[in-house]
């Protein structure tokens, strides 16, 4: 099994930090691709940001300029430095990550169950 499990969200106000952090475990030989999604209520699930083995990243630009993300591949850890929140920010965020392992699929497709951050106006 592979398991990612979020951690860091929580109740902020406008214009404040929050930093989620997602841990990727089980049999894993190679993260591809990780990343954050996001969906707000009534809305469909959209990409935040994502990193690749190579560090490479891509972002929505609505968080340009506000977000960073970043890995440890060590500890197949991803975090999501999210500065400058606005209300519209508020969301279920999820971790997606694309791995390889000793598993049947070898190649997977994981999602985590999401964090909730709500930013106040």
């Known amino acids: 099994q592979v398991q990612l499990v979020e951690s860091g969200g929580g109740l902020v106000q406008a214009g404040g930090s929050l930093r989620l952090s997602c841990a990727a475990s089980?049999?894993?030989?190679?993260?591809?691709?990780i990343g954050w999604y996001r969906q707000a209520p009534g809305k469909q699930r959209e990409l935040v940001a994502v990193?690749?083995?190579?560090?490479?990243?891509n972002y929505a630009d609505s968080v340009k300029g506000r977000f960073t993300i970043s890995r440890e591949n060590a500890e197949n850890t991803v975090y999501l430095q999210m500065n400058s929140l606005k209300p519209e920010d508020t969301a279920v965020y999820y971790c997606?990550?694309?791995?390889?392992?000793?598993?049947?699929?070898?190649?997977?497709?994981?999602w985590g169950k999401g964090t909730l951050v709500t930013v106040s106006s």
């Open positions: 997606n990550a694309n791995v390889d392992t000793v598993l049947i699929p070898r190649r997977r497709d994981v």
């Open positions: 089980g049999n894993i030989l190679r993260i591809n691709v």
């Open positions: 990193i690749t083995s190579g560090g490479s990243t």
